[in-house]
């Protein structure tokens, strides 16, 4: 199995549904140890994103996921902009020039994408961000695919592992972000990005299985 | 002269902080940023490098920012910068009011970018109750 053009572009609107769906509730999870804006920034971000895309939408895959890139850092305005902003333009170094993509690409892509991320917000695992559903899903990707697994059965490890990872920020203590300034009173809580980046996945993934 | 960009959450909170150095350094060309292009609070990487460039023909460009995204914008735009600009500019670790007002008197007395950094960074250590 491998993704092409058109499914790419299926992800990226289907990332953009699932956030406008769910800005309520990100924007909430976000006001109970933030500053309740992680829904509507993502949202900003993503309509920016769509706006960009009808004229990348027929270049390689690489352009295709620099622009959202692009399209996130410039308009989310919050952390999230310059991390998945960062994530994804990893994914467009990786993916350049290509037409469609293979598992192993694809498990590059999330790795590059996450080294990104740790790179540009210096979080490591169990400080309550979306590194902690970020770094498990790649490495559930990783495991799977070198256990020969099939491309979608890799991607539903990653989508199980992120889920897992945002739940276990619930009990943290917030070590980066907003949440920081909380202290102790941020344990009891889901992280707001950990959230997020387990939508995103799953958006990416039901494109996979339809 | 050293230019100093101010860069907040809050466009109002930016502005009132240049306004409040301004008066110690007349001269001093210091430029506010803050906010989304749709007016929430926030800070975005294009807004920020376009304010940079706006300080003009300066010897260096000092950053001072609030918090959080903040720090990770400023250094996307300072990434996105010409080479040659980007030489001539630093993020500094001050807090942004007390270190606008002693980097505003820092560059009107015609320090360089690595002083007026050093002690902008220094009014973290400064008392204010006396
Ligand atoms: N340094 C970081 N590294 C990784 N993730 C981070 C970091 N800082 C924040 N986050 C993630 O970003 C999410 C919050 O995103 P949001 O868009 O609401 O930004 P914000 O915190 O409001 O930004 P700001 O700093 O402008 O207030 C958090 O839930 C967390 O998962
Ligand atoms: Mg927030």
């Given at each position: 199995m491998k993704v092409d053009r058109d499914q790419v572009v299926a992800?990226?609107?289907?990332?953009?549904?699932?956030v406008a769906q769910n800005k309520e509730y990100l924007t909430d999870l976000d006001s109970a140890i933030g500053d309740g804006d992680h829904g509507i920034n993502m949202d900003r971000g993503l309509r920016k994103v769509l706006e960009k895309l009808p004229p990348v939408a027929d270049k390689d895959i690489g352009t295709i996921f620099k622009n959202v890139g692009m399209g996130l850092i410039s308009a989310v305005g919050g952390a999230a902009g310059p991390l998945y902003g960062t994530f994804f333009l990893q994914f467009g170094k990786i993916a350049a020039g290509k037409e469609e993509l293979t598992t192993s690409d694809i498990g590059a892509m999330l790795a590059a994408g996450l080294e990104g991320i740790k790179q540009r917000?210096?979080?490591?695992?169990?400080?309550?961000?979306?590194?902690?559903?970020?770094?498990?899903?790649?490495?559930?990707?990783?495991?799977?695919?070198?256990?020969?697994?099939?491309?979608?059965?890799c991607f539903q490890a990653a989508v199980a592992a992120a889920e897992a990872g945002k739940k276990a920020t619930i009990p943290l203590v917030a070590?980066?972000?907003r949440a920081h300034y909380l202290g102790e009173r941020s344990i009891g809580h889901q992280d707001p990005g950990a959230t997020s980046s387990e939508l995103l996945l799953r958006a990416m993934l039901k494109v996979l299985e339809s | 002269m050293v230019g100093i960009v101010i860069i907040s959450h809050s466009l109002k909170a930016a502005e009132g902080i240049k306004e409040i150095a301004q008066q110690m350094g007349r001269e001093v060309p210091i430029v506010a940023v803050g906010g989304t292009t749709d007016g929430d609070l926030g800070t975005e990487?294009?807004?920020?490098?376009?304010a940079i460039e706006r300080v003009g023909e300066v010897d260096g460009v000092l950053l001072l920012v609030d918090l959080g995204s903040a720090v990770m914008n400023t250094q996307m735009a300072v990434e996105m910068l010409e080479d040659e600009l980007q030489r001539r500019v630093v993020l500094c670790n001050a807090p942004i009011l007390e270190g606008a007002v002693v980097?505003?008197?820092?560059?009107?007395?015609g320090h360089t970018l690595?002083?007026?950094r050093r002690a902008a960074e220094g009014a973290a250590q400064m008392e204010k109750l006396l």
């Open positions: 992800m990226i609107k289907e990332m953009a549904a699932v917000g210096k979080a490591v695992v169990g400080e309550k961000t979306m590194v902690d559903a970020l770094e498990p899903a790649v490495e559930a990707f990783a495991a799977a695919a070198d256990a020969g697994k099939e491309l979608l059965a070590k980066k972000g | 990487p294009l807004a920020i490098k376009e980097a505003a008197v820092e560059s009107a007395m690595d002083q007026v």
